[in-house]
């Protein structure tokens, strides 16, 4: 959905949703196919009241240094299969950041189609 590939950069209330339903009904994999809310390669990025919320990887992928987050709400996918969990995260800060901060940080589930 979102890709920060500057530096010093500001994210004020986003919520970023991948739609789960429509009015047809339930919206499953290939009908919308989204991999993450937001992925975040810049330094010095800060989110102020971040939601990210049924991307099929992880909803939310930190790359870039000195990133803080103040609030961050999510929910996984309700259309996942029982593999999902095992692979993908609902904040995931890469393995070759020195320095993150996050506070506020909840992440849910609704297993709608699964149990997991």
Same mark, same amino acid.
Request: aromatic letters at 16%.
């Given at each position: 959905m979102v890709e920060i590939n500057s530096g010093n950069v500001i994210v004020d209330d986003a919520w970023l949703w991948r739609a789960d339903h429509d009015?047809? @009904? +339930?919206?499953?994999? /290939?009908? /919308? *196919?989204? +991999?993450? @809310?937001i992925v975040v390669n810049g330094d010095n990025v800060t989110a102020y009241g971040l939601a990210?919320?049924?991307?099929?990887?992880?909803?939310?992928?930190?790359?870039g240094n000195h990133g803080r987050t103040y609030f961050y709400?999510?929910?996984? *996918?309700?259309?996942?299969?029982? /593999?999902? /969990?095992t692979k993908w995260? @609902?904040?995931?800060? @890469?393995d070759n950041v020195t320095n993150h901060e996050a506070y506020g940080i909840g992440v849910y589930s609704f297993f709608r189609d699964h149990y997991i």
């Open positions: 009015v047809g @009904g +339930s919206v499953k994999y /290939n009908r /919308n *196919p989204v +991999s993450n @809310g990210a919320e049924h991307t099929l990887e992880d909803l939310v992928d930190w790359e709400q999510a929910e996984f *996918p309700y259309d996942v299969d029982s /593999n999902w /969990n995260a @609902g904040y995931y800060v @890469g």
